[in-house]
C-alpha cells in the first residue's frame, strides 16, 4: 500500500519540464565545455543536478533517483569491462612488439607519386591498429605534413587525408575510445558494431581514395627532402624484434569474434600471449609488464616521434572515459526513472512513425549535438542513450543506432572548428579545420551513406534477440 501511495504522489511530467533538463545540459556544454573547456564530467553531473531538482518537484525521492542511476550503469557494465580490457590488451601489445610490427610494415605502404593515398592508407591502418585517431595525427601526421611540404603538395588536402584515415582507423578499431563507447551508450555490443559499421565506413573509404587518387596526379612529383617517415621505422626496427609469432595476440581476439565467444576470455587470453611474448622476444620484466597493464606501456627509444606514437594502453588510460560515461549516466538514469526522457521520446516518436524517420531523427539529432558540444564522448553518449528505447520500440536493431552516433557524432567532430578535436588537429598540423574541412571527404561521405541508408531501409537491420551486447545480435 505505501508503495502505491508513493506511485501516486508521483506527477507526469509536461514537455517543458521534461526538456529543461536538457536544455540546461546543452546550455552547460555549449558555454561550460565549448567556450571555458571546463571538465565535461562536472558539467554533465551539473545537469543531472538540475534533473535531480525537477524529478524531487515531481515527488520522486532521492533513492528512487539513485536506483535508476545504478540500473543505467548497470546495463552499460559489460561494454565497461571490455573498455578495461582493452586498456591492458593495448599496453601487452605495445610491449610485446605487435602493434610496432604491423605500424612498420604499414609504414611501408608510403610511395611519394601518390602522396593522398598513401597519407590517407598509412593513418588508417596506424589509428586501426593503435586506436587513437589524436595519436596517429600527431605522429604519422605529423611526419606526412613535413613530406607535404617538401613535395609542395598544398596543406589542405594533406591534412584533410590524414584526419579522414585516421579517424576512419578509429572508428573501425576494437582498441579505440569511440566504438568501444558506442555499445556502453546503446546497449549493443563491440565487434557488431564494428562490422556493421563497415557497411558506410568501407564504400566512405575507397570514394575518398578514389578522389585523392584524382587529386594526386594533379600534383608535381619531387625528391624529399627529410624522410620523417623512415625515422620512426628505423626507430622501430632498432628497438623491437620482429617476429611472426607476434601476429597470435591479435589472431586470437580476431578468432573469437567470428567465433561469436565472449569477447573477455579473448582479450584476457590475448593479453597473457602479449605478456609471454614481451617477456621472450623483447626481454620485458615482468615486474615492468605489470605496471603497463595498469599505467600503460611507455616507450624509450629516445626518439620522440616514436615514443609517442607507441607510449599508451593501460587500465588507467579508460578512467577519464569511463568518468565521462558515468556522469552521463547519472544524468539518463534519473530522467529515465522520473519519466521525463518517456516524455521527450514520445514527442520524438511522433516525428519517426517509421524507421526511416527514425534514422533520419537519430542523424539530426547527433549531429546537433556534435555541433553544440564538440565532443566525440557526448555525441556518442547522450543521442545513444536518448534515442536507444525508441529503436527498441520500432524493433531496429541497436547496432544501427550504434553506428550513427559513431558517424554522425565521434568521426564529425574533428570537422567543428570550435570542437577540443578540431582545435588539437589544427594546432598539431598547423592546418586550420576550414582548410582541411572540405578534403576530409570519409567523414562526410560516411553521413550522406547513413541519410541513403536511412531513407530506403538498405542495412537497417532488425533486432534478433533482447540481449544485443551478445556477439552475433
Not at 167 to 176: Q, V
Not at 210 to 235: T, V
Not at 427 to 446: D, K, R, T
Request: hydrophobic content about 55%; glycine content about 10%; overall charge positive.
Amino acid at each position: 500500500m505505501a508503495e502505491e501511495k508513493e506511485t501516486k504522489e508521483h506527477r507526469r511530467p509536461g514537455l517543458m519540464l521534461a526538456c529543461l533538463p536538457l536544455a540546461a545540459m546543452a546550455l552547460l556544454l555549449g558555454v561550460g565545455y565549448g567556450i571555458y573547456r571546463l571538465q565535461v564530467q562536472v558539467l554533465l553531473i551539473a545537469a543531472a543536478a538540475v534533473a535531480g531538482l525537477v524529478g524531487w518537484r515531481l515527488g520522486y525521492a532521492w533513492a528512487e533517483m539513485q536506483q535508476g542511476i545504478v540500473e543505467s550503469v548497470r546495463k552499460a557494465l559489460p561494454a565497461i569491462l571490455i573498455m578495461l580490457c582493452v586498456g591492458m590488451l593495448i599496453a601487452a601489445w605495445m610491449a610485446s612488439g605487435t602493434i610496432p610490427m604491423l605500424l612498420y610494415y604499414g609504414l611501408k605502404l608510403v610511395s611519394p607519386r601518390f602522396f593522398l593515398v598513401a597519407a590517407c592508407v598509412v593513418c588508417s591502418i596506424t589509428a586501426l591498429v593503435t586506436g587513437t585517431s589524436w595519436g596517429t595525427i600527431g605522429t604519422v601526421g605529423v611526419a606526412f605534413i613535413g613530406i607535404a611540404q617538401a613535395l609542395r603538395v598544398p596543406l589542405g588536402p594533406a591534412a584533410g587525408a590524414i584526419v579522414a584515415g585516421a579517424y576512419f582507423g578509429d572508428k573501425i578499431s576494437p582498441f579505440s575510445d569511440i566504438p568501444n563507447l558506442a555499445p556502453v551508450a546503446t546497449a549493443s555490443n563491440l565487434f557488431d558494431n564494428i562490422r556493421h559499421t563497415l557497411w558506410s565506413a568501407l564504400p566512405a573509404w575507397l570514394a575518398g581514395l578514389a578522389i585523392y587518387f584524382l587529386m594526386g596526379l594533379g600534383y608535381g612529383r619531387a625528391a624529399i627532402e627529410a624522410d620523417a617517415i623512415g625515422a620512426i621505422m628505423a626507430g622501430l626496427r632498432a628497438h623491437f624484434t620482429f617476429h611472426a609469432a607476434l601476429l597470435l595476440p591479435p589472431a586470437i581476439v580476431f578468432w573469437f569474434a567470428f567465433a561469436k565467444k565472449p569477447v573477455i576470455p579473448g582479450m584476457i587470453l590475448s593479453t597473457a600471449a602479449a605478456a609471454l611474448l614481451a617477456a621472450g622476444l623483447q626481454g620485458t620484466p615482468l615486474v615492468s609488464l605489470a605496471r603497463f597493464l595498469s599505467s600503460g606501456f611507455r616507450s624509450e627509444t629516445g626518439l620522440a616521434n616514436v615514443d609517442r606514437l607507441i607510449s599508451r594502453g593501460g587500465i588507467m588510460s579508460m578512467m577519464e572515459t569511463l568518468l565521462v560515461a558515468l556522469a552521463a549516466f547519472s544524468f539518463a538514469g534519473i530522467m529515465q526513472r522520473t519519466g521525463m526522457l518517456s516524455v521527450v521520446l514520445e514527442r520524438v516518436a511522433r516525428l519517426a512513425r517509421r524507421a526511416w524517420s527514425l534514422a533520419l531523427t537519430a542523424i539530426g539529432v547527433t549531429l546537433a549535438t556534435a555541433l553544440v558540444t564538440g565532443s566525440s564522448y557526448l555525441s556518442l553518449l547522450i543521442p545513444g542513450e536518448l534515442l536507444a528505447p525508441a529503436f527498441r520500440r520500432m524493433d531496429l536493431a541497436a547496432k544501427n543506432l550504434a553506428r550513427i552516433v559513431v558517424e554522425c557524432g565521434g568521426i564529425m567532430v574533428p570537422l567543428v572548428p570550435w570542437s577540443m578535436a578540431g582545435v588539437y588537429v589544427a594546432g598539431v598540423l598547423g592546418v586550420p579545420v576550414a582548410a582541411y574541412l572540405p578534403f576530409a571527404f570519409q567523414n562526410y561521405v560516411a553521413v550522406l551513406l547513413l541519410v541513403l541508408y536511412g531513407a530506403t531501409g538498405f542495412t537497417m537491420a532488425r533486432r534478433r534477440r533482447e540481449d544485443e551486447t551478445r556477439i552475433g545480435s
